[in-house]
Nanobody, 123 residues
Framework: QVQLEESGGGLVQAGDSLRLSCAASGSTFSSYTMAWFRQAPGKERSFVASITWGSTIMPYADSVKGRFTISRDNGRNTVYLQMNNLKAEDTAVYYC????????????????WGRGTQVTVSS
């Protein structure tokens, strides 16, 4: 079992930056691929970024390329999402997820999810 807890969300203005954190507990964090997803109001949950246990970063969602950076610290059992140059369309609840599969192909292959943290970007 893995417990995930996101933090770092908030209300910011367009162009600002935020760093989200996801703290994991309960199992061997370093053996999981970690990812960030987001869900905007009225929309389905969508993939943002993922990083394997060996810190291989998979392609980012097109909408965040060049602005968001995922990283992990296995010593702290934490994965981060640095978000720069935020836009109003980045407004969503951001979720952290963990998968035992190294290269998950869909959200269904993620085994554990956090409760999410709200990010609101005003234009």
């Amino acid at each position: 079992q893995v417990q995930l807890e996101e933090s770092g969300g908030g209300l910011v203005q367009a162009g600002d930056s935020l760093r989200l954190s996801c703290a994991a507990s309960g199992s061997t964090f370093s053996s999981y691929t970690m990812a960030w997803f987001r869900q905007a109001p009225g929309k389905e949950r969508s993939f943002v970024a993922s990083i394997t246990w060996g810190s291989t970063i998979m392609p980012y969602a097109d909408s965040v390329k060049g602005r968001f950076t995922i990283s992990r610290d296995n010593g702290r059992n934490t994965v981060y999402l640095q978000m720069n140059n935020l836009k109003a369309e980045d407004t969503a609840v951001y979720y952290c997820a963990a998968a035992s599969v190294r290269f998950p192909r869909s959200s269904h292959q993620y085994d554990y999810w956090g409760r999410g943290t709200q990010v609101t970007v005003s234009s």
